[in-house]
């Protein structure tokens, strides 16, 4: 059974991709959009060094606050107080904040209704193909990422200045790949010339999950994006929450078959591995899954 | 039966408006420490580490 939302879905994610990089110009002149509006992030992962991006990445604002501060170096301070506002202005508040308020309004609804890079491997999924799950256990992934590449390695490996540099930009993300230095390098000859071994890497990475996504779903969302892993705990307790009603459930598998992240639906809605997407309360025959206020 | 009653308990309004104050807390402690100006600066530039480049 399929209800008008399934399309609303698909909409949305087109129009957040299309209205968080609308400076197209970008992309003919190869220079980065540098207006008021990068001040602020958006709520997904969308590189701003992509040429068409019109705000910050929330995950590499948290890296650059956090690195940009010179690190948490918490021997230097000595009284309680020094030290707490030494840590309250090397720590990403802002972005944190913005992050916490729409996961608590939301949960993770951002990641299945308006992430451009979730949205990408969403449509690479649609190939033909053989479909596999992959490994259940690969999802503690993200938090192990989150933790260690966009806060500890930022604030304490420093360079030479002690200045920190974002890890996860650096040495995973393949949304900056993609997004920016794809066409960077394809629009600015001098920046191609420079790209070495960091480049060759981060291309690989970004080479084996477009494979992987054509196969298993959404698999950067499941088991790599710090931000997923950051609003992932919201789903239980935001304002909203998805309700199952096992009873009258006939166990034919639609709700889990539609899932984009291969949730066993019956036993995992809702919970942080969610994205809140709606396709399985769209497929359910039985109309068993319902959205209600907490 | 549902999920949501087998899974965890209902948690109390108190602990959602915590949330999002807490949340908005943040937001002014961050905006008055001036982080949007340093999202600015790294967004307005090519981010070499984000490309690749190092």
Known sequence: ?294 | MTTSDTGTARRPWALQIIILLAAIALMFIGFKNGEHRSYFQKAILVCTQCIGLG
């Not at chain 1, 490996?157 to 794809?182: N, Q, R, V």
Request: some cysteine; proline content about 7%; aromatic content about 12%.
């Open chain 1, 1 to 294: 059974m399929h209800r008008p939302g399934l399309k609303i879905r698909f909409w949305s994610q087109a129009a957040a991709t299309i209205g968080s990089n609308a400076y197209l110009v970008g992309f003919k002149t190869g220079n980065l959009y540098t207006g008021v509006l990068k001040h602020a992030c958006v709520p997904t992962l969308n590189c701003y060094s992509c040429p068409a991006a019109l705000f910050a990445c929330p995950i590499g604002a948290m890296q650059v606050t956090v690195a940009g501060a010179g690190g948490l170096d918490l021997t230097a301070l000595h009284t309680i107080g020094a030290r707490l506002a030494a840590i309250s202005t090397s720590l990403p508040l802002l972005v944190i904040g913005f992050l916490a308020l729409i996961g608590g309004i939301v949960g993770r609804a951002a990641c299945g209704w308006i992430c451009p890079f979730g949205w990408f491997q969403e449509l690479l999924n649609r190939i033909p193909s053989p479909k596999f799950n992959g490994p259940q256990v690969l999802k503690y992934l993200k938090y192990v990422i989150l933790i260690v590449f966009v806060f500890l390695l930022p604030a304490f490996w420093l360079d030479e200045y002690d200045g920190g540099e974002p890890s996860f930009c650096k040495y995973i993300c393949p949304a900056g790949t993609l997004e920016g230095g794809l066409p960077l390098a394809y629009l600015q000859p001098g920046l191609r010339s420079q790209l070495g071994w960091l480049f060759t890497w981060k291309a690989t990475l970004l080479a084996l999950l477009i494979a992987a996504a054509v196969f298993i779903r959404r698999p950067f969302c499941r088991w790599v994006c710090p931000l997923g892993a950051f609003y992932g705990p919201f789903n239980k307790v935001s304002l909203y929450r998805i309700e199952f009603e096992k009873e009258g459930c006939i166990e034919c598998g639609a709700c889990s078959r539609k899932c984009p992240v291969s949730l066993d639906v019956p036993r995992q809605v809702d919970q942080a591995e969610c994205l809140r997407c709606l396709e399985c309360r769209d497929a359910c025959p039985k109309q068993l899954l319902k959205i209600s206020r907490r």
